[in-house]
């Protein structure tokens, strides 16, 4: 029977890849990817407690919050990385060394 | 066949699109194959969504994150590299110690969520939550429904000031 812990499992495993991807792409856009995952597997978390451990929906509206939030947030940080773009000619992270990080 | 054997094929096929997808995106040399594997991604995210029986959300995760996140994002590769060329490669950085690293904070995690008890409570979500989720909305949760609104014009205003061009 499918129970709530190999929800949480394919929640983490998604997290994980998210963290990985995060961690070691140098491509941007591909962090951003890396970014959306780890929301992705947070949603279905809340998605999957609302259902087997409170039995009430309010997991689910937070669930909608959040992907409003993600919508967003894509929305602003493609706005920055084409900006990065015009500056840099480049979307690697590792030319954007300006603040000498 | 049974009807819980044939649940349970179901799920797993869809944790494993999911996940499977989810190491293409990650591991994928070429840009846009990423940017397709993830598409995969979200759609067995809103597949097991259908499952746990929120259908609301498993129609938002279509509709936003593979009608809208995704596209931006597509938009995003094509605007930033030579167009018509689809084989855009990206590299990774330090690949191994961030590997390790990954693997101990999936195992951790899976450590934990294995061995608690969760708190069960006595019912468990069933039927269509449209509806209910409509209510909830526009009552208990008014306030941060209005801010959501007011943070989506601020991310569209702000994500357009940021990529004007600025005439000197």
Redesign the interface.
């Known amino acids: 029977?499918?129970g709530?812990?190999?929800?949480?499992?394919?929640s983490?495993?998604?997290?994980?890849?998210?963290?990985?991807?995060v961690?070691?792409?140098?491509?941007a856009?591909?962090v951003?990817?890396?970014i959306?995952?780890i929301l992705?597997a947070a949603?279905?978390n809340l998605?999957?407690?609302?259902?087997?451990?409170?039995?009430?929906?309010?997991g689910?509206?937070f669930?909608?919050?959040i992907?409003?939030?993600?919508?967003?947030?894509?929305?602003?940080a493609?706005?920055?990385?084409?900006?990065m773009?015009r500056i840099l000619r480049s979307?690697n992270l590792?030319r954007a060394d300006t603040l000498k990080g | 066949m049974d009807k819980n054997l044939l649940g349970q094929i179901v799920f797993y096929f869809f944790a494993a699109l999911t996940i499977g997808s989810a190491a293409v995106v990650v591991f994928a040399r070429s840009l846009v194959r990423s940017a397709f594997a993830l598409l995969f991604t979200f759609f067995g995210v809103a597949a097991l969504y259908a499952y746990l029986g929120a259908d609301f959300l498993a129609a938002t995760q279509m509709v936003i994150y593979v009608g809208g996140i995704l596209v931006l994002i597509l938009f995003g590769v094509m605007l930033t590299h030579k167009l018509y060329d689809l084989n855009i490669k990206t590299g990774s950085v330090q690949l191994i110690p961030s590997t390790i690293a990954v693997v101990a904070v999936f195992a951790f995690l899976a450590f934990f969520m294995l061995r608690t008890e969760w708190f069960r409570g006595d019912s468990v979500l069933s039927g269509p939550t449209t509806a209910s989720i409509g209510n909830l909305l526009m009552q208990d949760f008014i306030l941060p429904f209005e801010a959501a609104s007011v943070l989506l014009l601020l991310a569209l205003i702000g994500a357009a000031m940021i990529v004007r061009r600025r005439s000197e």
């Open positions: 029977m499918i709530l812990s190999h929800y949480l499992i394919v983490a495993a998604l997290f994980s890849f998210g963290i990985l991807c961690l070691t792409r140098k491509n856009i591909n951003l990817m890396g959306e995952l992705n949603n279905l998605v999957a407690f609302s259902k087997y451990s409170s039995g009430k929906i309010d689910q509206i669930a909608i919050f992907i409003v939030v993600a919508a967003a947030e894509a929305a602003v493609l706005a920055i990385i084409l900006s773009y979307v590792d």
